[in-house]
């Protein structure tokens, strides 16, 4: 069985947490790697059923964890049933090599703990709003990488995404941010190139 590096994707509701992970798997298999999902929802698997649905990545890949629970508990306090998953999936699959976690939506409070993960990923977007990165979150200012996403909206909602750079680099100034437009893919292989660097990914040989 090869090691595994488990990668947690949060963020509040429809910052694009899981068009992130839609976006990566395809990536990371690109790259070489072996790759698995795993979502979490309150009471329901509709993010794991939307990834499934996607056709990126083999559904038997994919679980889900019903949190029942303030998302946050699941990834921080008690995360017992998304290591339960991550289990299932190493037994299943023993080639494996990425787990993406993504948390059910939160606040800007919402963080990681190192049981679960081994590197974070904190996403927020333009839409909601571009004084985020000064409200000193602490998932914000915690996350081994920052995505700023829907770039393509700052125009129409009136965020000023130069204002929104200053404030995540005095935020964050010696952890990377990166600016997306998920749907159309803008900004992706930076932020690709930034994980599997900073999580030191290695694909086994092929």
């Known amino acids: 069985m090869t090691e595994v590096v488990r990668i947690g994707i949060g963020g509040p509701v429809g910052s694009g947490k899981?068009?992130?992970v839609e976006n990566l798997v395809p990536q990371l298999h690109r790259l070489g790697f072996s790759v698995a999902v795993i979502?979490?929802?309150l009471v329901t698997d509709e993010?794991?059923?939307r990834v499934r649905r996607s056709g990126v990545i083999d559904p038997d890949r994919v679980l889900a964890v019903e949190t029942g629970a303030c998302p946050h508990t699941a990834i921080r306090e008690d995360p017992s049933a998304n290591l339960a998953a991550v289990a299932r999936l190493c037994r299943r699959f023993p080639d494996l090599q990425?787990?993406?976690i993504e948390s059910g939506g939160d606040n800007l409070a919402a963080t990681f703990t190192s049981d679960l993960v081994d590197y974070w990923v904190f996403v927020i977007d333009t839409a909601a709003g571009d004084d985020?990165?000064?409200k000193n979150g602490i998932g914000l200012l915690q996350a081994d990488l920052l995505v700023v996403n829907k770039i393509d909206l700052a125009p129409l909602v009136g965020a000023d995404l130069e204002m929104m750079r200053r404030d995540c680099a005095a935020a964050r100034p010696v952890k990377p941010t990166v600016f997306t437009d998920l749907r159309s893919g803008q900004g992706l292989d930076e932020l690709t190139r930034q994980l599997v660097d900073?999580?030191?990914l290695t694909p086994s040989p092929q």
Do not use: E, F, G
Request: aromatic share 0%.
């Open 132 to 134: 985020i990165p000064r």
């Open 198 to 200: 900073a999580a030191m």
């Open 47 to 49: 993010d794991a059923q």
């Open 39 to 41: 979502t979490n929802d």
């Open 18 to 20: 899981t068009r992130l």
């Open 98 to 100: 990425v787990i993406l």
